[in-house]
């Protein structure tokens, strides 16, 4: 498997379903740090000491057991990294899922529900509901008429607050392709669907946004108990970590990838790197198995640039190299629990 490294949690998901080998890729270096980290606390500590600082974001002991323990077992860069940042994890009042560009964000969020504590109070009951009916009940009659407020559609249009949110100015101009609101009227209808249509008990994506931890009932799989032991016992050994593109990565190896899931990074390379876009299509069908499947999400739910791609020398589209599930990716795209993407793709390599 080829996995977008983004912050290590879709690579030990993934890794517990057992495959060969799994190279986690990123660009950002940040991102390795952070996996690398996690790979540490899986090989060294026991559960509780784990689910301490990667579920619920604080350790009293952290510095003691980064130091002692996982210091040791991590690149220079990323030694360097987290010696600047060992205090993400080792303070009471705050939690290392508010801290970095979207951590910002999430205080922002909870700031605002402290100063409109009718709303804060909604939120909170909004998280505990035990049915989609009272979830829309309480949506629709709490919390949608305090929240959709012109200061929050202002916010929420700034390119600033995109960019805390990790969402470049090409994606935003996708969204604002297709949707006659803009972006505050984009996030305004995935948050209505997402409140509306998906239970939230364990929705994991959301709750650690809002409360800065996750808990052993809503977490990711890697957090749970019998998962990390499978993960101590051996599958976290499959994992591979490349601080490159992955077009680099896939020039410098002679394996063959049957799975590729390389979530939404081809929005910004469309924009910024057209050319290294269609190289890394190269690439990839250079190194993918028949019929090997790949998954890619988009902020556009057709995304044009698919259509401009043109590969090798008898610049051949995409459609004559893959089969895209469309019907597929529907049927899926309804029960994801982010939402904040419009278009979700699969393709399979034709044979």
Request: glycine share 6%.
């Amino acid at each position: 498997m080829l996995v977008i490294t983004s912050a290590g949690c879709n690579v030990l998901d993934y890794a517990l379903t057992g495959p060969a080998k799994i190279h986690a890729v990123d660009a950002n270096p940040r991102q390795t740090a952070l996996l690398e980290l996690k790979l540490a606390g899986i090989r060294l500590l026991d559960f509780d000491d784990f689910f301490a600082i990667f579920g619920a974001g604080y350790h009293p002991a952290f510095q003691s057991i980064y130091l002692g323990l996982l210091r040791p077992e991590l690149s220079d860069f990323a030694r360097a990294y987290w010696d600047q940042r060992i205090d993400w994890f080792g303070k009471a009042r705050t939690s290392f899922y508010f801290h970095g560009l979207s951590g910002i964000v999430a205080r922002m969020f909870r700031a605002y529900l402290a100063v409109n504590p009718r709303l804060g109070a909604g939120v909170t009951e909004l998280f505990d509901c035990d049915s989609l009916e009272a979830q829309r009940h309480i949506y629709d009659t709490r919390i949608a008429p305090r929240l959709w407020r012109p200061s929050v559609n202002w916010a929420l249009s700034r390119q600033f607050t995109m960019n805390l949110l990790g969402v470049p100015h090409p994606q935003r101009r996708q969204v604002q392709a297709q949707h006659d609101d803009g972006i505050a009227g984009f996030i305004r209808h995935a948050l209505d669907y997402v409140f509306r249509e998906l239970p939230l008990a364990d929705n994991y994506f959301w709750s650690v946004y809002v409360h800065g931890h996750y808990t052993p009932n809503c977490c990711p799989e890697y957090l749970k108990a019998d998962n990390f032991a499978a993960l101590k016992g051996g599958l976290a050994d499959r994992v591979r970590l490349h601080t490159c593109t992955v077009t680099d990565f896939l020039h410098a190896t002679d394996e063959r990838i049957s799975k590729f899931v390389l979530l939404d990074h081809m929005d910004w390379m469309t924009s910024y790197f057209p050319d290294a876009l269609a190289e890394e299509w190269e690439a990839i069908l250079d190194r993918a198995t028949p019929n090997a499947r790949i998954l890619f999400r988009s902020a556009h739910a057709q995304p044009s640039y698919l259509d401009g791609i043109r590969i090798g020398k008898d610049r051949a589209r995409l459609e004559d190299h893959l089969t895209f599930n469309d019907a597929l990716a529907r049927s899926l795209h309804v029960f994801d629990r982010v939402h904040t993407y419009a278009g979700f793709h699969v393709a399979d390599v034709k044979a």
